[in-house]
């Protein structure tokens, strides 16, 4: 599972001591060919982490040979030193890779294509000191099953870790997979989620073709996800193709297995999102454009009066109408239909079905907003607000 | 004090049997003239309460004699019927002054020139059958010295009810006076905050005037209070001119009266907030424009995490840094600076001063970013992120 699932990589997750507790903080992901094509996306937050600006770089060579991810800190707000010590930490990596792998790639490992994500505390330098001997122990514990270590070590306020996986066969009944792995609790929201994902497949694809499908899938699904409006300086998603299956899956085949994992990692991200009660499913129907729809849907996951009514199991409609008249959306307040779980508790502006048949005891929450205007849709994950959100960011860094 | 500070109004405020527990939930602010100007400015929000509609007609004639408030039920989102009411309010009004005032204004009072204002749950159809009689029950009881206990009928969830005054003299020792009232307590916003204020001024001034020092005043007062993110359906503030001074001031001076109410009238908006335990001054200096300044003390206003570490009193700059950084003002991420109560915890976009030294134990918090980019700047008021917010909003309606 994890991103061991897919044939070629090798992966581990070790304690560096980056974290004061103890707990895994440096997680190893290599490919080991024969084909090493790589796409990544990122923030979309104009302050960005000093492992952001190195990443970026190196995928715009389309190669990558190894990721180095750490929990336990951000790298971000850091200044030179920051970034200078992202550098190291891919020099590093690849001098130990190059110890190991005998060779292979031929010549050698290049720290250019060695990509970096941090997460953790921002404003911060890292303890190198304690992360460069990291990536020696973790390349000591380079492992076909290592996917699940490399998932617990990137971990910060996650209670569980997040992997995923989908894939087919050739024509012939050869398989191919795409696996990956997700961490993000909180700053969890558009233009990315504060995640570090990191997505595998051995299917033998080129990088422009991997950009495609991972900017298609993650149009869809980590940037619907919007679980408490702050987005990350670190978000980073990954999709690294090994070709060791022998297969290219026709275009369409491989970019549904793309999607079909970001939604799962993305799902599972909102479903252990920080003090959160409730998954809050938002779907805006009858757009005049998909961006409408999209604009709306986060206007209702942002409201922070709605998050709590949700987290109290209040049906409140009045307040999704409120963030839907915050938006520049085409729509006519007279002709707003609002369902929760199904319940038409507002139609055409005013008062619907009875709000005391909507049962909110579950996790799931559906909200339907239907604008009358036009054919387009979108879907945008949320959570409520909760009491436990805020005792958990209220001490975060102190 | 309160809308009867100036002379020439009388007002009222009573149980009129609207909130199930009888507090006080109706106010009547008559003008009495001798002249009957006004102006007005209402929420931004796109779905209109029933009385926002009414009342912004009626402003357009620049006229009012009477405006009728009610808390205890928004009168929001209940479609045409809801309409019928405010009008309905609106036309009692007129009938049961005119039996009081013994034919003044000359002609009658004309339901066209009444403003009404509601304020409370979304989606709820008023109890007309108390509210028209609670309209003869306030007519009696007008009186100049009615404007605190107008304030206190037009309350929610405000813990205190909110009253300013200010004015000055002519050369000749005549003095003039605006004073307001307001309430509001989530659900505060730009766009105006969810609120309802009522201002009343003896200056002799004519509503097109009247309009244009309105409209300065809360551009840089209200409309930069920004509590919870949340824009109401049912914003509305007004400013009467009775002329019964006989004095008018120089407009300078006129509209730095009215700011200087309305700036206070804002600031005990925050600091009466639901469940907020810090009031946060946020300052955006060196800007290339005012509109950037706004607009990245609004993200910095609304980013959750940012406010949850307000509450902790936990001097989180990054998270300052990370909500600048989704904005699309003008500014160079290695340049921006940030101090949390004057203490200049980032420089150059990387750790500046020791954050120990912030002492964040008062309830006023004092955030400045600066862009380095220009020299316009902006001030937006904010609260922070309580357990006691979630509680209160979570249980509103049920």
Same mark, same amino acid.
């Given at each position: 599972m994890s991103v061991t699932a897919a044939k070629g990589f090798t992966?581990?997750?070790?304690?560096?001591?980056?974290?004061?507790?103890?707990?895994?903080?440096?997680?190893?992901? /290599?490919?080991?060919?024969?084909?090493?094509?790589?796409?990544? /996306?990122?923030?979309?937050?104009r302050v960005k982490a000093a492992p952001v600006l190195w990443s970026e770089q190196v995928l715009k060579g389309g190669s990558v040979t190894a990721v180095v991810l750490n929990s336990g800190g951000a790298n971000a707000c850091t200044g030179p030193k920051g970034f200078q010590d992202t550098h190291a930490t891919a020099e590093k990596a690849a001098e130990v890779l190059?110890?190991?792998?005998?060779?292979?790639?031929?010549?050698?490992?290049?720290?250019?294509?060695?990509?970096?994500?941090?997460?953790?505390?921002?404003?911060?330098?890292?303890p190198m000191d304690r992360l460069l001997p990291g990536i020696e122990k973790a390349a000591a514990g380079l492992s076909e099953h290592g996917g699940e270590k490399a998932a617990i070590a990137i971990k910060t306020t996650?209670?569980?870790?997040?992997?995923?996986?989908?894939?087919?066969?050739?024509?012939?009944?050869?398989?191919?997979?795409?696996?990956g792995m997700a961490k993000g609790a909180g700053m969890l929201a558009p233009g990315l989620a504060t995640m570090l994902v990191v997505l595998t497949t051995d299917a033998d694809i080129e990088a422009p073709t991997l950009d495609t499908a991972l900017r298609a899938a993650t149009r869809t699904t980590f940037d619907r996800?919007?679980?408490?409006?702050?987005?990350?300086?670190?978000?980073?998603?990954?999709?690294?193709?090994?070709?060791?299956?022998?297969?290219?899956?026709?275009?369409?085949?491989?970019?549904?297995?793309?999607?079909?994992?970001?939604?799962?990692l993305?799902?599972?991200?909102?479903?252990?999102?920080?003090?959160?009660?409730?998954?809050?499913?938002?779907?805006?129907?009858?757009?005049?454009?998909?961006?409408?729809?999209v604009e709306v849907g986060r206007s209702i996951a942002r409201n922070n009066l709605l998050k709590c009514a949700i987290h109290g199991e209040d049906p409140n409609w009045g307040r999704v109408l409120s963030a839907i008249g915050t938006t520049s959306a085409a729509f006519d307040p007279d002709r707003l239909n609002v369902a929760i779980n199904d319940v038409w508790v507002c139609r055409n502006g005013s008062v619907g079905e009875d709000?005391?048949? /909507?049962?909110?005891r579950y996790r799931e929450v559906r909200i339907t907003a239907d604008l009358s205007a036009g054919?387009?849709?979108?879907?945008?994950?949320?959570?409520?607000?909760?009491?436990?959100?805020?005792?958990?960011?209220?001490a975060y860094s102190s």
């Open positions: 992966a581990a997750g070790i304690a560096a001591g980056i974290k004061e507790n103890g707990n895994p903080d440096l997680a190893l992901v /290599v490919n080991n060919g024969p084909r090493r094509a790589a796409a990544g /996306v990122f923030t979309s937050n190059d110890e190991l792998s005998g060779g292979a790639p031929a010549g050698g490992h290049s720290a250019g294509e060695i990509a970096v994500a941090s997460t953790g505390l921002i404003g911060l330098l890292l996650d209670t569980i870790h997040k992997t995923a996986v989908a894939g087919g066969e050739s024509a012939d009944g050869r398989p191919w997979t795409v696996g996800v919007d679980s408490d409006g702050c987005m990350s300086t670190n978000d980073t998603v990954l999709l690294l193709a090994s070709g060791a299956s022998g297969v290219t899956p026709g275009y369409e085949e491989f970019a549904e297995a793309v999607r079909t994992v970001c939604a799962d993305a799902r599972q991200l909102i479903g252990d999102a920080e003090g959160a009660s409730k998954d809050v499913r938002i779907e805006v129907i009858n757009a005049a454009t998909e961006d409408d729809a709000r005391d048949l /909507v049962d909110m054919t387009d849709s979108a879907v945008i994950w949320a959570n409520d607000l909760t009491a436990e959100y805020v005792h958990e960011n209220s």
